[in-house]
């Protein structure tokens, strides 16, 4: 157990320290995987693997150039126009301290640090601000990666099967892997664009700032689970606060909470399903764990990484017992990876 307790914190200490080169990784695969089944579409309708491949990589590409010319020209603007929000922070914190000064405490020194400051609130975001500028400059490195990957990717389910031809379990196991990757990042995808449309759609109703930006933001932390959409909700609420007062910020947070509640909890439910089983628990720590590993972008792949880690301990007798805890269904998991196995060793045992 000490063997293997000590193993364990040193490949996570490697795994952290090569995280800028893992994280992108990550990314690419998960993108690669999800775009499996349109490959196969335009391979269905005689287009040469390779063509259709490319094609995968012009599509990402192009999203890529979209998403860092939109992400980068707004966090240039907004990077210009933060210190003429400083006015406005003072007067906010000025009407904030005369109304607290009717409560039965000593409030008039709740600005007074300097870390409070208008001037410092401003500092901190362009800080920010200047950081996701040069994280956005980095995904050139993803799209090489993405592009190597789709390449790769025509060929590999032949090599898999090959490097596995005396381990049908495993195929087994990696398709179901593939699909459940895949289902999580299309229904995700989809469900956080229209969240983040309408989230948009609010925001410019409301005239607040960058609302563009907002709702790339809305759609980002989509991805993160539980928590992620506390996050996304905060810019555009403290900025609805600085520019228009406490009302329309109320209106930011009412209008957010209504329509993520609506889009994760009536409506995505009906498609996911129970193909992820993970449970809720696992879900927090594995946003947690991976975000503590891995940064921002292993906090964006808690879910993907997690699935992997499930069906790594599926395929070893040792490790089952961890997938048993990890999963939502309990004893049914395990029950389902049995009758997954069983069929192929006997399909195995019959003659030719």
Known sequence: MLLTAASGVAVLAGMRAAAPILGPVVVALI????????????RRKGWHPSVAALTGILLGVIGMALFIALVWSSLIQLQANLPNYQPRLEALQQTITVQLSALPFDSSRLFSGDMLRPSALVGYAVRFVRQ????VGNLFFLVLLMAFMMLEAVRYPQKLRDALASS????????????????????NSIFG???????????LALGVDYAILWGVLSFLLSFVPNIGFAIALVP??????????????????AG?????????????PRFVGESLDLSALVVVLSLLFWGWLLGPIGALTAIPLSIAAKFLFEGFEESRW?????????????????????????????PD
């Open 193 to 203: 664009l229209i969240a983040a449309a309408i989230n948009t759609t609010l925001l």
């Open 236 to 253: 555009p609420a403290l900025l609805a606060l600085v520019q228009f007062g406490f009302v329309r910020a109320g209106i930011v947070i």
């Open 31 to 42: 993108i690669t995987i999800a775009w499996g089944p349109g490959s196969a579409w335009l």
């Open 322 to 350: 961890l997938a048993h805890l990890m999963s939502d269904q309990g004893v049914m998991a395990a029950q389902l990876v049995a009758s997954h196995a069983e069929p192929i060793a006997a399909s195995e045992s019959k």
């Open 132 to 135: 996701v500028t040069s994280a």
């Open 256 to 268: 957010y909470t209504v329509i993520n509640f609506v889009v994760d909890n009536v409506f995505k």
């Open 168 to 187: 049908s379990t495993g195929v087994e196991q990696f398709n179901r892997f593939s699909v459940s990757i895949r289902e999580y990042v299309v229904i």
